[in-house]
C-alpha cells in the first residue's frame, strides 16, 4: 500500500505513483496497467480517486485507455528528425510512411502590425497569410498548425489550397527560390482550452510547442510558425555528431 502523504492530494500521489512505474519501464510500453480494482488494493485509495489519477495520465500521453480492453501505457509513434535535415512536418510524415489528412481552419490575407513587421522583416501593412490547419492520423489529431507567411516573399501563395499542397513545397513555388534554413526552438507547454479543444486533449495536457522562422536561402524572412504538437503521439528525434 501507498504511503500517504499528508500535504499531497490523494489523486496526485497516485498520479505520482504510476507515472513512476511507467518512467522506471516497470510497466512498459504497450502493456496494459493493472485494473482499477487492483489499483485501489495496491494504493488504499477509493475507485473515484484512481480514476481522476488515470485520466490525468491518459491527458499526459502517458496512458490510453481502450473501451472494452483496459488501460494501456502509449507508445510515442511519430517521430519529427531534429538535426541538420530540414523537412517540413509533412515531409517527415511522408518519409515514415504515415498517411494523414490535413484540414484547413482558416485561410485569410491579413496585413502585419508592428509585431509582424517585426517578425518577418516586412514593412507594417504588408500583406500575410495567417493559416490555421490541424493534422490527423487515423483519424486522431496529432499537430495544430499556425502559420503567418510574408505574400511580398511568395505573391500568390494565398490561393493554394493547403488541405492538398504541403507549406515548404508551396513556399518555394511561390518564392521561386529554395528554403535556405530555419530557426526553432521546442518547449513543453499546456495545451490550454482552444488548443486542447482542437487536439482533443485536456486543457491541462502536456503539448509540445514549435516555434519555427523559416528562411529562403538569399536569407528573406519567409514564415513565422507554431506547432502544437500532441505529446503522447510525437517524439522529436536527433542524431548528433561528436566534434
Known amino acids: 500500500m501507498l504511503q500517504v502523504k499528508n500535504s499531497v492530494p490523494l489523486h496526485t500521489q ?24 487492483e489499483l485501489m488494493d495496491i494504493l488504499g485509495m477509493s475507485r473515484g480517486t484512481v480514476k481522476r489519477a488515470i485520466k490525468a495520465l491518459v ?26 535535415c530540414l523537412l517540413s512536418f509533412a515531409e517527415s510524415l511522408h518519409s515514415q510512411g504515415i498517411e494523414f489528412e490535413t484540414s484547413v481552419l482558416d485561410q485569410e490575407v491579413i496585413y502585419a502590425d508592428e509585431f509582424l513587421s517585426e517578425k518577418l522583416s516586412i514593412p507594417v501593412n504588408a500583406p500575410v497569410l495567417f ?5 490527423t492520423v487515423d483519424g486522431e489529431p496529432i499537430m495544430y498548425i499556425e502559420n503567418r507567411i510574408s ?3 511568395t505573391p500568390g501563395l494565398d490561393k493554394t489550397d493547403f488541405s492538398k499542397e504541403t507549406l515548404f ?10 528554403i535556405g534554413y530555419s530557426q526553432a526552438r521546442y518547449a513543453a507547454k499546456i495545451a490550454g482550452e482552444q488548443r486542447g479543444r482542437i487536439l482533443g486533449v485536456g486543457e491541462e495536457a502536456p503539448v509540445l510547442h514549435l516555434e519555427q522562422y523559416v528562411f529562403l ?3 528573406t524572412p519567409a514564415e513565422w510558425g507554431n506547432v502544437w504538437l500532441c505529446a503522447n503521439r510525437y517524439v522529436v528525434g536527433t542524431i548528433l555528431q561528436r566534434v
Open 59 to 84: 491527458d499526459e500521453g502517458l496512458l490510453v485507455q481502450t473501451r472494452g480492453r483496459g488501460t494501456f501505457v502509449t507508445r510515442p509513434n511519430i517521430t519529427h528528425p531534429s538535426g541538420n
Open 169 to 178: 513545397a508551396s513556399i518555394e513555388k511561390y518564392a521561386g527560390k529554395r
Open 14 to 37: 497516485a498520479s505520482n505513483f504510476m507515472r513512476e512505474k511507467i518512467y522506471n519501464r516497470e510497466w512498459k510500453v504497450d502493456e496494459q496497467i493493472p485494473t482499477e480494482y
Open 217 to 219: 536561402a538569399d536569407n
Open 151 to 153: 505574400l511580398l516573399a
Open 131 to 135: 493559416l490555421r490547419r490541424v493534422r
